[in-house]
C-alpha cells in the first residue's frame, strides 16, 4: 500500500491480482449479480488507487481494508436497486470453480479462523458473521438483536479484536 500511495502501478497491479478475484467472489454473494459485482470491485480500486495514503497497517491488514470498502460498495449499490428496480428477477449462473468461502474451509488460514469463530461467543460470532458473510448493516443487526445500534457496533468491535487475537496468537 505504500508504494501505491506514491503511485506505483506495478504495486497496484499486484495487489489488484492477488485479490481482485477475492473481492468479486465477495461481491458476487453480496450482490448476487455480475455486473453489479464488477463494478463494486471496479469502484474499490478505484478508491484504493486514490486513498492508499490512508491506509494504516497498524490498524489492519490490507485484505480487510479491500474487504470493508467493498463491503460498503456492495451495501450501496443493494440499496440503490432496492430503490430502482423491486422485483427484478435475478439471473442465476453456476459458476463451476469453488466459492471464495470454500476455498477458505480449505485452507490453513480458514481453519485458523474457524477455530477463532468457535472460541467466540455464540452473539459474537452471529454477529460477525451476519455483517461480514450476510452483507448485514449494524442498524439491520441492531433490529435482529433488538439492541441499541451502539451496543452492537461494540460488540461487534470486541469480537473483530478478539478474533485478531486469537489469529494472531
Not at 81 to 110: F, H, K, M, N, W
Not at 158 to 167: E, F, K, M, V
Amino acid at each position: 500500500m505504500t508504494r501505491i500511495a506514491v503511485g506505483d502501478r506495478v504495486a497496484f497491479r499486484a495487489l489488484y491480482d492477488a485479490q481482485a478475484p477475492r473481492l468479486y467472489g465477495l461481491a458476487m454473494r453480496l450482490l448476487r449479480q455480475p455486473g453489479a459485482a464488477s463494478d463494486a470491485v471496479h469502484d474499490t480500486f478505484v478508491e484504493v488507487w486514490e486513498k492508499a495514503r490512508q491506509f494504516d497497517p497498524r490498524r489492519g491488514h490490507a485484505a480487510a481494508w479491500l474487504g470493508t470498502m467493498l463491503r460498503y460498495r456492495a451495501i450501496d449499490a443493494l440499496r440503490r436497486t432496492a430503490r430502482e428496480d423491486i422485483g427484478a428477477p435475478v439471473p442465476e449462473e453456476i459458476d463451476p470453480d469453488p466459492t471464495p468461502l470454500e476455498r477458505l474451509q480449505t485452507s490453513d488460514e480458514g481453519r485458523a479462523l474457524y477455530r477463532c469463530l468457535d472460541e467466540l461467543d455464540p452473539r459474537q460470532r452471529a454477529l460477525v458473521l451476519s455483517a461480514y458473510l450476510d452483507g448485514c448493516t449494524h442498524v439491520d443487526l441492531s433490529r435482529r438483536f433488538a439492541a441499541p445500534l451502539g451496543t452492537v457496533k461494540s460488540w461487534i468491535r470486541r469480537a473483530l479484536q478478539s478474533l485478531r487475537g486469537c489469529l494472531e496468537s
